[in-house]
T-cell receptor, first 121, second 113 residues
């Protein structure tokens, strides 16, 4: 249980295009979904937190108009990188959290998707 | 900003030894603690969660929590080369969201065959 999928796993695009990344919790309903970015040999950086049906909360320094997050259901969140530029090339990882009462996933654990490697030429 | 600190390493241990990874956190109100393993080029994978003081064992992994001293550690017994990865400590503090985690920068572990 507690499986999170992410699609696509890898994308290469030209500068100026938009890229959409999907994150799905496959076997549980995610109360909250998170989007992280990780540059090579650096630590995870939280970009934004989203709850189903409400606007995402962005971390300081993350442009909300550039990184559009839609959390349409308890199992799906999308991140759209608009007008991507080479400096946006990174490893984007989503995670899903759950705060229910059953034994798995346990309260307030986060489970990560496999990540999307974005390369902007 | 809630701080979670880890020694970045690298920590090298011989195969079969015990690897000890440490993490300290700044907010005394933190209540949930997690260890994630991240292989190079992959996303983090949850390997342990601990909520109460003391030890929690799962296979070769033991998490230790000491809230009074504000540290959490992970012991890996009988270390294997496949344990070579970066280990991330994460902390949840009430008031910052039920699922929100503050991550340390990770400790890179190398197990030498």
């Amino acid at each position: 249980g507690a499986v999170v999928s992410q699609h696509p796993s890898r994308v290469i695009c030209k500068s100026g295009t938009s890229v959409k990344i999907e994150c799905r919790s496959l076997d549980f309903q995610a109360t909250t979904m998170f989007w992280y970015r990780q540059f090579p040999k650096q630590s995870l950086m939280l970009m934004a937190t989203s709850n189903e049906g409400s606007k995402a909360t962005y971390e300081q320094g993350v442009e909300k108009d550039k990184f559009l997050i839609n959390h349409a259901s308890l199992t799906l969140s999308t991140l759209t990188v608009t007008s991507a530029h080479p400096e946006d090339s990174s490893f984007y990882i989503c995670s899903a959290g759950w705060t229910g009462t059953s034994s798995r996933p346990s309260y307030n654990e986060q489970f990560f998707g496999p990540g999307t490697r974005l390369t902007v030429l | 900003q809630k701080e979670v600190e880890q020694n970045s390493g690298p920590l090298s241990v011989p195969e079969g030894a015990i690897a000890s990874l440490n993490c300290t956190y700044s907010d005394r109100g933190s209540q949930s603690f997690f260890w994630y393993r991240q292989y190079s080029g992959k996303s983090p994978e949850l390997i342990m969660s601990i909520y109460s003081n003391g030890d929690k064992e799962d296979g070769r992994f033991t998490a230790q929590l000491n809230k009074a001293s504000q540290y959490v550690s992970l012991l890996i017994r009988d270390s294997q080369p496949s344990d070579s990865a970066t280990y991330l400590c994460a902390v949840n503090t009430p008031g910052f969201g039920a699922n929100n985690l503050f991550f340390g920068t990770g400790t890179r572990l190398t197990v030498i065959p």
